[in-house]
């Protein structure tokens, strides 16, 4: 699972996007807010806003993704837990929130929008806001047991291993065998064997 967050200055917009039915969107998750439509949802934020002017960016926006095999298995109600999950462990628990599913493409993936304003007045801060988002995906992964992005990538770095290893072995049969001087030779050599060089 990836997390991805940011500070944006335009909540409606936003939470709009997010709720987008031609991207099949669903609310999954809400927290200290009564209203279901953008327009309403984007007021609420505002009231708590205006406690803090000099707060330019007082949205953060937040996409976390499953895996394209964990979203096909997730339920609305496990993606609510997610995105509860997710901001508990950004510590917005406190803070006005909703979330909504996207189901328009093969990657499921849900966009969340916090209101960075606490309703003490006091901005959150969104100091490393990305990286945060990236660790807390992560830890809500490994307690959901969902793959993690660290899983995703020893995979894809096993699979290379794999794929240089057979180069490497194709490479030395061709200098052992050929004993080969030229490198254009070498390339005609390689494509033999289905492998392309790229000079560079």
């Known amino acids: 699972m990836i997390g991805k967050?940011?500070?944006?200055?335009?909540?409606?917009?936003?939470i709009s996007y997010g709720c987008n039915k031609e991207k099949e969107a669903e609310m999954v998750y809400s927290q200290h807010i009564c209203g279901i439509e953008p327009s309403e949802i984007t007021e609420e934020f505002k009231i708590v806003q205006?406690?803090?002017?000099?707060?330019?960016?007082?949205?953060?926006?937040?996409?976390?993704s499953p895996t394209i095999e964990d979203g096909r298995d997730l339920s609305v109600e496990s993606l609510g837990e997610v995105a509860e999950k997710f901001l508990?462990?950004?510590?917005?628990r406190e803070h006005q929130a909703v979330a909504y599913v996207h189901r328009d493409k093969d990657h499921t993936h849900v966009?969340?929008?916090a209101n960075r304003i606490g309703f003490d007045g006091t901005a959150y801060n969104d100091s490393f806001i990305g990286k945060q988002s990236q660790?807390?995906?992560?830890?809500?992964?490994?307690?959901?047991?969902?793959t993690t992005v660290r899983e995703v990538q020893q995979e894809r770095l096993a699979e290379l291993r794999i794929v240089r290893e057979q180069i490497r072995d194709i490479h030395e049969k061709v200098m052992q065998k050929e004993r080969i001087?030229?490198?254009?030779?070498?390339?005609?050599?390689m494509q033999q064997r289905e492998v392309t060089v790229i000079p560079s």
């Open 5 to 14: 967050g940011r500070s944006i200055s335009n909540a409606g917009a936003a």
């Open 50 to 64: 205006s406690q803090n002017h000099r707060c330019e960016r007082n949205t953060l926006s937040f996409a976390i």
């Open 88 to 92: 508990k462990e950004m510590n917005l």
């Open 111 to 113: 966009h969340v929008y």
């Open 135 to 146: 660790l807390a995906a992560e830890r809500v992964a490994q307690e959901m047991g969902l």
């Open 181 to 189: 001087k030229d490198f254009d030779k070498y390339i005609k050599a």
